[in-house]
T-cell receptor, first 112, second 111 residues
């Protein structure tokens, strides 16, 4: 089975800190995605990447950046964390020849 | 992408079939119907998808109406572990990218 691993299950960071959320997939998938999930708002796409060093903005990219230096790893970066970035962050990967996503277990980030 | 409408919640007795409806009246001819579920505090899990024909796998069955304006996900023998939020999503076949998740249906399976 494809595994998508997010490095941390829970994180607490201070306002203004630079935060890195890491995601690794083990099945050589081309496409990777970062979502955030908030009560009442569902899942919203932040950024996605369809190849190494390639990235595309999703619906809510403000305050975030991403990095994909290797195919298996897709990092989400909060340049200066703010309290409104407290959320559940979900990473997903997808084989471009198929249509289903595989999600990681999520990282619950709290910014204080 | 076509929008979907699902009931906000439904209950199901353990061991019985759970039938989850989804309306997608504006679906286009090249859009697939996908179903995912999310168990509390976990990432969403892919269940099944289809275009026109009914589909079945080890988890569920997907029934799509002939006009494709609605579909039903069937969990044949619900267990307590099927308690989750179920999302119905439509997406073009040539759009490998983002999925638009709505609010979904909260399914509670009771003993």
């Amino acid at each position: 089975d494809v595994k998508v691993t997010q490095s941390s299950r829970y994180l607490v960071k201070r306002t203004g800190e630079k935060v890195f959320l890491e995601c690794v997939q083990d099945m050589d998938h081309e496409n990777m995605f970062w979502y955030r999930q908030d009560p009442g708002l569902g899942l919203r796409l932040i950024y996605f990447s369809y190849d190494v060093k390639m990235k595309e903005k999703g619906d809510i990219p403000e305050g975030y950046s991403v990095s994909r230096e290797k195919k298996e790893r897709f990092s989400l970066i909060l340049e200066s964390a703010s309290t409104n970035q407290t959320s559940m962050y979900l990473c997903a990967s997808q084989d471009s020849t198929r249509y289903g996503y595989t999600f990681g277990s999520g990282t619950r980030l709290t910014v204080v | 992408d076509a929008k979907t409408t699902q009931p906000p919640s439904m209950d199901c007795a353990e061991g019985r079939a759970a039938n989850l409806p989804c309306n997608h009246s504006t679906i286009s001819g090249n859009e697939y119907v996908y179903w995912y579920r999310q168990i509390h505090s976990q990432g969403p899990q892919y269940i099944i998808h289809g275009l026109k024909n009914n589909e079945t796998n080890e988890m569920a069955s997907l029934i799509i109406t002939e006009d494709r304006k609605s579909s039903t996900l069937i969990l044949p023998h619900a267990t307590l572990r099927d308690t989750a939020v179920y999302y119905c999503i439509v997406r073009p076949t040539d759009s490998w990218g983002k999925l638009q998740f709505g609010a979904g249906t909260q399914v509670v399976v009771t003993p």
